[in-house]
C-alpha cells in the first residue's frame, strides 16, 4: 500500500483509519499531553483480584510479624530493630507495587494511524511503518500488542497479573523494586520465623506470643509457605529482569528470538536507561517522579483502561 511516498505494512491488511471513523486526528496530540495527568489502570478482573491478594498477603505477614513476634518479645531493641527494617521493606514493596500498577508502561495513542499523522512523521520515500491492525496505531520499533491492556506497549517484556499491569519501558524500574523489596522482606520474615520457632520450643510455648501455641504454630506455618513461594517467585523474576535490562533484550523479544535491530545498550547503559542517572540510591526509590493527581472523567470509547 502506497501512501505519500511510504509504504504501511500491516500483517492483516487492515486498512488505515479514515477521517470519518471513531478516531479525531485532532485528539492525538492532547491524548499523550493528557497522559502526564492521569493514573493508568487497568480494569482486568484476574489482575484485580490478583493485586488485592498481594496486599493482602503482604498485610497478613506484616501481622505475623508484629502481632506474633516482635510485640511479645522481651527483647526491646530486638522488637524495634526488625520491626522497623521490616514493615520499611513492607511500605517500599507495596509503593513500588503501586507505582508498577498505576504507571502508564509505555502506551503508544490509539488510532494514530490517520494520513494526517504519517505526514506529520516525515518519513523518507520507501520507508515501511508498522500499523496494529488492534489498535489501529502506528507501531513504534520494540512495540508490541498486549491483548490484556487493549493498547501496543514500547519495550513490553510481559503482562503480570500481580501487578495488573504490562511491565513497560516507562513501568519497569518500579517492577524490578517491587520484586527486589518482597525478596528481602521474605528472607527477613523467614528468619525471624526461625528465631521463633527456637525461642518457642526453648521456652516451651508459654511465653513467645499471646497467642495459644496452636495458633501460632499455623500462623508461623503458612508465614513460613508464604515467604517460600514469594521468595523464589520474586528472585527469579528479579534476576530475570536484570538480564533483560542489561541484555537489553524484554522478555518477548528472547522468547521470539528477535533479532536486535536496534543498538543494544549493555549492562551499565542499560541500567541507567531504566533507572534514570548514574547509580546512587535514588535507584531504589520507589517515590522518584511521584505527584498527587487529580480524579479525571475519560470520555473517549475503547480500552480497558481508566483515570484517576
Given at each position: 500500500?502506497?501512501?505519500?511516498?511510504?509504504?504501511?505494512?500491516?500483517?492483516?491488511?487492515?486498512?488505515?483509519?479514515?477521517?470519518?471513523?471513531?478516531?479525531?486526528?485532532?485528539?492525538?496530540?492532547?491524548?499523550?499531553?493528557?497522559?502526564?495527568?492521569?493514573?493508568?489502570?487497568?480494569?482486568?478482573?484476574?489482575?484485580?483480584?490478583?493485586?488485592?491478594?498481594?496486599?493482602?498477603?503482604?498485610?497478613?505477614?506484616?501481622?505475623?510479624?508484629?502481632?506474633?513476634?516482635?510485640?511479645?518479645?522481651?527483647?526491646?531493641?530486638?522488637?524495634?530493630?526488625?520491626?522497623?527494617?521490616?514493615?520499611?521493606?513492607?511500605?517500599?514493596?507495596?509503593?513500588?507495587?503501586?507505582?508498577?500498577?498505576?504507571?502508564?508502561?509505555?502506551?503508544?495513542p490509539k488510532g494514530?494511524?490517520?494520513?494526517?499523522?504519517?505526514?506529520?512523521?516525515?518519513?523518507?520515500?520507501?520507508?515501511?511503518?508498522?500499523?496494529?491492525?488492534?489498535?489501529?496505531?502506528?507501531k513504534p520499533e520494540?512495540?508490541?500488542?498486549?491483548?490484556?491492556?487493549?493498547?501496543?506497549?514500547?519495550?513490553?517484556?510481559?503482562?503480570?497479573?500481580?501487578?495488573?499491569?504490562?511491565?513497560?519501558?516507562?513501568?519497569?524500574?518500579?517492577?524490578?523494586?517491587?520484586?527486589?523489596?518482597?525478596?528481602?522482606?521474605?528472607?527477613?520474615?523467614?528468619?525471624?520465623?526461625?528465631?521463633?520457632?527456637?525461642?518457642?520450643?526453648?521456652?516451651?510455648?508459654?511465653?513467645?506470643?499471646?497467642?495459644?501455641?496452636?495458633?501460632?504454630?499455623?500462623?508461623?506455618i503458612f508465614l513460613?509457605?508464604?515467604?517460600?513461594?514469594?521468595?523464589?517467585?520474586?528472585?527469579?523474576?528479579?534476576?530475570?529482569?536484570?538480564?533483560?535490562?542489561?541484555?537489553?533484550?524484554?522478555?518477548?523479544?528472547?522468547?521470539?528470538?528477535?533479532?536486535?535491530?536496534?543498538?543494544?545498550?549493555?549492562?551499565?547503559?542499560?541500567?541507567?536507561?531504566?533507572?534514570?542517572?548514574?547509580?546512587?540510591?535514588?535507584?531504589?526509590?520507589?517515590?522518584?517522579?511521584?505527584?498527587?493527581?487529580?480524579?479525571?472523567?475519560?470520555?473517549?470509547?475503547?480500552?480497558?483502561?481508566?483515570?484517576?
Open positions: 500500500m502506497q501512501s505519500s511516498g511510504h509504504r504501511l505494512r500491516d500483517v492483516e491488511h487492515h486498512p488505515l483509519l479514515t477521517e470519518n471513523e471513531n478516531y479525531d486526528s485532532s485528539s492525538s496530540s492532547s491524548s499523550e499531553a493528557d497522559t502526564a495527568d492521569r493514573v493508568w489502570f487497568i480494569r482486568d478482573g484476574c489482575g484485580m483480584v490478583c493485586a488485592v491478594m498481594t496486599w493482602l498477603l503482604v498485610v497478613y505477614a506484616d501481622f505475623v510479624v508484629t502481632f506474633v513476634m516482635l510485640l511479645p518479645s522481651k527483647d526491646f531493641w530486638y522488637s524495634v530493630i526488625n520491626g522497623v527494617v521490616f514493615n520499611c521493606l513492607a511500605v517500599l514493596a507495596l509503593s513500588s507495587h503501586l507505582r508498577t500498577m498505576l504507571t502508564d508502561p509505555g502506551a503508544v494514530n494511524a490517520t494520513k494526517e499523522y504519517m505526514e506529520s512523521l516525515q518519513l523518507k520515500p520507501g520507508e515501511v511503518i508498522y500499523k496494529c491492525p488492534k489498535c489501529c496505531c502506528i520494540r512495540a508490541h500488542h498486549c491483548s490484556i491492556c487493549k493498547r501496543c506497549i514500547r519495550k513490553m517484556d510481559h503482562h503480570c497479573p500481580w501487578v495488573n499491569n504490562c511491565v513497560g519501558e516507562k513501568n519497569q524500574r518500579f517492577f524490578v523494586l517491587f520484586t527486589m523489596y518482597i525478596a528481602l522482606s521474605s528472607v527477613h520474615a523467614l528468619i525471624l520465623c526461625g528465631f521463633q520457632f527456637f525461642s518457642c520450643v526453648r521456652g516451651q510455648w508459654t511465653e513467645c506470643s499471646d497467642f495459644s501455641p496452636p495458633i501460632t504454630v499455623i500462623l508461623l513460613c509457605l508464604e515467604g517460600l513461594l514469594f521468595f523464589t517467585f520474586t528472585a527469579v523474576m528479579f534476576g530475570t529482569q536484570i538480564h533483560s535490562i542489561c541484555n537489553d533484550e524484554t522478555e518477548i523479544e528472547r522468547l521470539k528470538s528477535e533479532k536486535p535491530t536496534w543498538e543494544r545498550r549493555l549492562r551499565w547503559e542499560g541500567m541507567k536507561s531504566v533507572f534514570g542517572g548514574p547509580p546512587s540510591l535514588l535507584w531504589m526509590n520507589p517515590f522518584v517522579g511521584f505527584r498527587f493527581r487529580r480524579l479525571q472523567t475519560r470520555t473517549r470509547k475503547g480500552g480497558p483502561e481508566f483515570s484517576v
